[in-house]
């Protein structure tokens, strides 16, 4: 079964600086993805990023980059430059790609606010 | 840039109504998900659906959650006695594939139970 682990329950950062969300997961797959998604208080759920477990090189999408390290089972996102409208949950969760499971477990989730 | 709606966004009812959530999925995706969250909870996994039938379901959809796509373009989620529990957000979700594809949510429907 897979798990995912985000222990921060709060962040604070100021505005323009980067911040790093924890991430870290268990699971016995081989081949599996990570995504992380922000939920602002209006409540939708927003696709940022998404990396799979045989990339080679951690996925980038604009001011969005995920530090995966595999061995420590970990993916942290790091936001870069950070903004006001960046103030959110952030939710990290995993999908394995074997055994024909095609759901999306997540984690906690942590709350980000950025400072002005 | 195309993307998943939902209504209503808001649902309020009295418990041991049946309530049915609506969703549109994106128009070139195969696979559909509900999944809810109750307020200030992680995110649930209900049930995945494809090519007209559960592919798979969690311990929380029971008997009394049913999902149906009626035509080409709806894809619903029905509760048929909603209990004061079943109050939280649902969402819907629609991937072009399975496996690693990612899955686009819909803003959520938001369902109160009296």
């Known amino acids: 079964a897979q798990k995912i682990t985000q222990t921060q329950p709060g962040m604070f950062v100021q505005e323009k600086e980067a911040v790093t969300l924890d991430c870290t997961y268990d699971?016995?797959?081989?081949?599996?993805?990570l995504f992380w998604y922000k939920q602002p208080s209006s409540g939708e759920m927003i696709f940022l990023i998404y990396?799979?477990?045989?990339?080679?090189q951690n996925a980038t999408e604009g001011r969005y980059s995920l530090n995966f390290q595999k061995a420590r089972k970990s993916a942290n996102l790091v936001i870069s430059a950070s903004q006001l409208g960046d103030s959110a949950m952030y939710f990290c969760?995993?999908?394995?790609?074997?055994?024909?499971?095609?759901?999306?477990?997540f984690g906690k989730g942590m709350k980000l606010t950025v400072n002005p | 840039e195309p993307e998943v709606t939902q209504t209503p966004s808001h649902q309020v009812t009295q418990m041991g109504q049946e309530v049915i959530l609506r969703c549109v999925p994106i128009?070139?995706?195969?696979?559909f998900y509900w999944y809810r969250q109750i307020l200030g909870q992680k995110v649930e996994f209900l049930v995945s659906?494809?090519?007209?039938?559960?592919?798979?379901k969690s311990e929380i959809f029971d008997d009394q959650f049913s999902v149906e796509r009626p035509d080409g373009s709806n894809f619903t989620l029905k509760i048929r006695s909603t209990k004061l529990e079943d109050s939280a957000m649902y969402f819907c979700?629609?991937?072009?594939?399975?496996?690693?594809?990612?899955?686009?949510f819909g803003p959520g429907t938001r369902l109160t139970v009296l």
């Open positions: 659906f494809y090519n007209n039938e559960i592919s798979e």
């Open positions: 699971t016995s797959d081989q081949s599996y993805g």
């Open positions: 990396q799979g477990s045989y990339d080679e």
């Open positions: 979700a629609s991937s072009e594939l399975a496996g690693a594809d990612t899955q686009y």
């Open positions: 969760a995993m999908r394995a790609h074997q055994g024909g499971s095609e759901k999306l477990v």
């Open positions: 128009s070139n995706h195969l696979y």
